[in-house]
């Protein structure tokens, strides 16, 4: 019955039918499917489709933009929910995308995957110079910050920020992801780890705070 609820959700994400989703998150609680279960299962699925037809060129970015929307406003509804149900977190999380690159969608489902799991998660936005990363590192002292490049330029920037982060004592552990990292580089760049896509970069969050589940 719940994967049926869930596919339903990714659905209507893809539909872009925000009115319905809402609908069925309401009709998901009052049957007491939980939070986390409606943004890891039902909502972050719908995403990463979008995502993918994005990057197969069968969406473009209005449809994109649409989508994430409609994902920031179900996680809105779902927020205070998770708080009541769940008042303490496994850790803190910071993400962003690097200095020179726009893209989103990936460091989004992340995002959402996290906070469904149980995590504080901080979201610092897009085309972030490395001072900023430092600024904010120092402000939220996240047990682990994810650095985001969708483009091979921002590459370099990932490296500056890492080597900033690094030589001001910033002791975060710190995972790389998007379509311009590779396991290979990510090491040479400096990083604790790659993420292939949101679920693996969740495991290894997991692991970086000693969390068995």
Do not use: C
Not at 47 to 53: A, F, R, S
Not at 83 to 106: C, P, Q, R, W
Not at 111 to 121: F, H, K, R, S, T
Not at 157 to 164: C, F, G, P, S
């Amino acid at each position: 019955m719940e994967d049926k609820i869930f596919e339903s959700m990714k659905e209507k994400i893809l539909s872009f039918n925000e009115p319905q989703l809402m609908e069925e998150i309401d009709d998901a609680l009052e049957k007491g499917i939980k939070p986390a279960d409606i943004i890891s299962k039902g909502l972050s699925t719908g995403l990463e489709v979008v995502g993918q037809k994005f990057e197969d060129g069968d969406f473009f970015l209005p449809e994109l933009m649409l989508s994430g929307n409609i994902m920031k406003n179900a996680i809105d509804k779902l927020r205070p929910k998770m708080a009541s149900s769940n008042s303490h977190t496994f850790g803190k999380v910071m993400l962003g995308t690097a200095e020179g690159d726009i893209h989103y969608i990936g460091k989004n489902i992340l995002n959402a995957v996290l906070e469904g799991d149980g995590y504080e998660v901080y979201d610092i936005g897009e085309d972030v110079p490395p001072s900023i990363f430092l600024e904010k590192a120092k402000e939220i002292k996240p047990d682990v910050i994810g650095i985001s490049a969708l483009i091979s330029i921002a590459v370099t920037k990932i490296a500056e920020t890492i080597l900033l982060l690094k030589d001001n004592d910033i002791n975060s552990k710190i995972i790389v992801g998007g379509a311009a990292v590779t396991p290979k580089n990510s090491k040479t760049i400096g990083a604790d780890a790659y993420g292939f896509d949101a679920w693996q970069g969740v495991r290894i969050v997991r692991e970086f705070t000693e969390r068995s589940v």
